[in-house]
């Protein structure tokens, strides 16, 4: 890093020059650092110099270290993201604060996700909220945003959808998109305001319109549901794509969605595949998880069951108890792999006790006919019961099944009943065929 002469006298001002801003005064030495971080910004965004991120984090340094504040919060930003200087967030977080206790709005900002993130600073959502509120006091508004989902989400703050929806709109009449898309969020699920889906798809369109991809994706899902707006699997579409171009995986999954059953575009299977596949690589866990039952079927590629497991695999380290519950079947029918119950099991517990009520039918199925684990009936009705009260119909036609027979459970033709009665309801057959049974049993017995 040059000194500030060198780097002046670079820059076109000569050695007196700088003698004479350090010699003159105040008002002259202030100039120099403001003619610093000016070079900065010039440096930064190649106005009317060549654009270089390290001659800018030079400039921004020599104003930094002096106390130009906002030189001391881009020279954070620099280092935050690795732009014209070595990537390092506790050195960012460093500047942040400098510039931050000084009363810089956007630094008492960008501190305040540091706290929020976990990034060059410990987590502390206490920290957070307070240096967005301090931002916020000034009216930034992005802080006014986080400061409201803080107040959404209790994160260092007494939870108050009052005070969320508060800061959101006063984010959003300052034409915020984050906080635009926050209300039309807090209207579609009743937060601090009346529930109203249609006024939620204006709050949306606000923040879609300024090219906000979580909103667009957002509309685009609101089209394609028909969720406080007409059905329209063409607008749908259009607002996925403006939504995908811009790097939003979800998007890109319910396009390919789109495009794999035909919604308001020609069906088309491989390119459906290909945005899963971007999706997917990106890391999104919904896209990887359908990348694996698009390899395991071979929908739209060959069929791939050492690709399938991989992509469960990603999706499944993430925590998606889908992409588990598929490991699970596919170790328990040895799909591509040798069979292997024990780590069936391991995928269907997995899923399980995150309650995913189809894991837990398959869980107590193990149990219950000692796959995998030592058979255990008592074991097995547990999980039963928990996969039933979750609305999952095998779960309740096996939890039937047990108090028909006094499996694992007391019998009891009254709860059989009124289990498989459920079942049947949602239209299982095993559960409708045991039904007519009893009740003919009961008429005629």
Known sequence: MQDIRSSLQNEGMEPTEYNDVY?????????????????????????????????????YMIAAVQGHAKAQNILGYCYDNGLGVKQDHEIAAGWYMKSAKQGYAKAQYNIGLCYANGEGVEQNYDLAAQWYAKAAEQGYAKAETELGWCFENGYGVEQSYEMAIRLYIRAAKQGEAK????IGRCCALGYGMEKDETTAIGWYKMAAEQGDDTAQFQLGYCYETG?????????????????????????MHYLGHCYFYGKGVVK??????????KAAETGDTDAQNTMGYCCLYGYGIPQNCSEAIYWYEKSAAKGST??????????????????NNETAVYWFA???????????????????YGKGVMQDAIEAVKWYMRSSEHGNSDGQANLGYCYETGTGIQKSYEKAMEWYLRAA???????SERLMTLTGMARFG
């Open 322 to 339: 889908l992409a588990q519950l598929n490991l699970g079947y596919i170790y328990e029918n040895g799909y591509g792999v040798e069979a």
């Open 268 to 277: 088309n299977i491989a390119s459906a595949v290909e945005l899963y596949r």
């Open 425 to 431: 309801e949602q239209g299982n057959e095993y559960a």
């Open 350 to 368: 997995s899923a399980a006790q995150q309650g995913d009520a189809a894991a837990e039918n398959e869980l107590g199925k193990c149990y219950m």
């Open 227 to 251: 969720s406080g707006v007409e059905q329209s699997y063409e607008n749908a579409v259009m607002w996925y794509e403006k939504a995908a171009s811009q790097g939003n995986t979800s998007a």
């Open 23 to 59: 010699t003159d005064g105040e008002k002259q030495r202030k100039d120099a650092i403001q003619a610093a971080y000016m070079k900065g910004e010039c440096r930064y965004y190649g106005n009317g110099v060549p654009q270089s991120y390290e001659k800018a984090a030079e400039y």
């Open 179 to 182: 906080a635009q898309y926050n």
